[in-house]
């Protein structure tokens, strides 16, 4: 309810510049008159809005400044709408304060409100195409269940459905990982939505202050139609393109003592903003109001979110991984079997942070055929190809090995459930699901 749609990259990440087959604003020449006009309702926009009142004056005449400098003499809209944005951002520091081209956007927020055409339609829609920004689930080995957010995006009476699914599907696993890496934010509504899951009915989570308006309290929900998810290990996956309500998450993870949150620490863009749209094609985004959290009495305005685990973007997946599986292995009572599967796991993931590389020679030395003899569906060959070891079985596709420690132990290419451990003697398949591995001895020549 009080982001709309944040993003730092592109203000509102579905309103593409091609949409509804509208020209953008940079395929357009502005005139000088035009420019004028566009500057002045920017100001007009920050005198009225901005949510910090002392920084009015001066971002306006750092505006009027560039101006009379000849800084905004091009016609051309995207270049006059980036340099627009850097200066407004260039004392405020604030990430929600942007000027885009954006034709399509423009349209929409001109259009009736109730059209096909209008605003809510729009949303609607990109909404749609990219399923409410929840892009992918998958099941991670040692039944980690995962769920990567794009964009936190909502709309009445459709978005709360799609993420029922996706909590019944979380609720299953052992531990849950959420990626919202590289999110720019969205709508608070879906923030709420999902931090319910992992705590008590009507908690006070966040003021939303805006001016002289009334400020606005957020609560967790009671009533939730897939239940709750608390207790469950829970690991946030974040880095400095986060922003706004993707920040807000991870904020609250942090705060309520949710999870862990892995990663780099997030782009520090709190305040809320509104998106305006200014003739001839343009969207301004503007601050005009802030939150503060109910728990640290602040925000991440400016700081960001320091994660609780440090790893780099590309490896934070795997590095939430291993403190799953650790915690998880250490949780009094796990049975033998999900011991193993821990294990299991770990192994896997331990191989991609840490990639074991052997020798030409080193691998050369278990080439041969395993098996007993004069029993074809028993005969196994190891070969040597392109720098690798290949795994030649009858009746079964030619699947490349990988190593996974320099002991024998190797994964086969096509499945996570099987894997080889080569001996001078034996070649032993292993199943994650059987205690006795299958042994082959190894044929002498």
Excluded at 80 to 86: G, I, K, S, Y
Aim: aromatic share 8%.
């Amino acid at each position: 309810m009080m982001w709309r749609r944040l993003s730092l990259m592109a203000i509102m990440s579905a309103f593409c510049a091609t949409a509804h087959g509208k020209e953008t604003v940079a395929a357009q020449r502005l005139s000088a008159s035009e420019r004028q006009a566009v500057l002045q309702a920017v100001e007009a926009a920050i005198a009225k809005n901005y949510v910090f009142p002392d920084l009015r004056t001066k971002i306006i005449e750092r505006l009027e400044q560039a101006q009379r400098a000849g800084r905004y003499d091009d016609d051309d809209g995207r270049v006059f709408a980036a340099r627009v944005t850097e200066d407004l951002r260039a004392d405020s520091h604030d990430r929600h304060l942007s000027l885009r081209a954006d034709s399509a956007a423009y349209a929409a927020a001109m259009a009736p409100e109730d059209s096909d055409d209008g605003e809510s339609a729009f949303q609607r829609e990109g909404a749609r195409q990219d399923h409410h920004g929840l892009a992918e689930l998958k099941i991670l080995p040692g039944n980690i269940r995962y769920l990567r957010i794009t964009e936190f995006e909502w709309i009445d009476d459709e978005t709360g459905r799609v993420y029922d699914d996706a909590m019944r599907f979380l609720k299953d696993g052992d531990a849950i990982v959420i990626d919202i890496r590289g999110n720019p934010g969205g709508s608070h509504a879906a923030v709420r939505y999902l931090v319910s899951h992992f705590m008590d009915g009507e908690v006070f989570e966040m003021t939303f202050l805006a001016g002289s308006e009334t400020p606005e309290q957020s609560r967790t929900l009671e009533y939730l139609p897939a239940g709750r998810l608390k207790g469950k290990p829970l690991y946030v996956l974040i880095d400095d393109r986060d922003a706004s309500a993707a920040e807000a998450f991870a904020y609250d993870v942090k705060q309520f003592k949710l999870g862990q949150l892995v990663g780099v620490k997030t782009a520090g863009a709190a305040n809320n903003n509104k998106l305006l749209p200014i003739a001839p094609a343009f969207i301004l985004s503007v601050s005009y109001g802030r939150p503060v959290h109910a728990v640290s009495q602040t925000n991440w305005e400016g700081v960001g979110i320091a994660p609780d685990v440090e790893a780099t973007s590309r490896q934070a997946l795997d590095v939430a991984e291993v403190v799953a599986l650790k915690q998880l292995a250490e949780t009094p009572g796990t049975s033998r079997e999900r011991l193993a599967a821990y294990a299991w796991a770990q192994t896997a993931v331990d191989a991609r942070l840490h990639p074991v590389v052997l020798a030409p020679a080193a691998l050369k030395a278990w080439v041969g055929h395993y098996g007993k003899p004069n029993v074809g569906f028993g005969q196994v060959e190891v070969a040597f190809r392109d720098g690798s070891l290949w795994l030649i079985r009858p009746d079964r596709p030619l699947a490349r090995l990988s190593p996974l420690d320099t002991d024998g132990l190797f994964a086969i290419e096509g499945s996570e459930m099987l894997r080889a451990r080569l001996t001078r003697a034996t070649l032993e398949l292993l199943w994650a699901t059987d205690p006795e591995p299958h042994l082959f001895p190894r044929q002498l020549l």
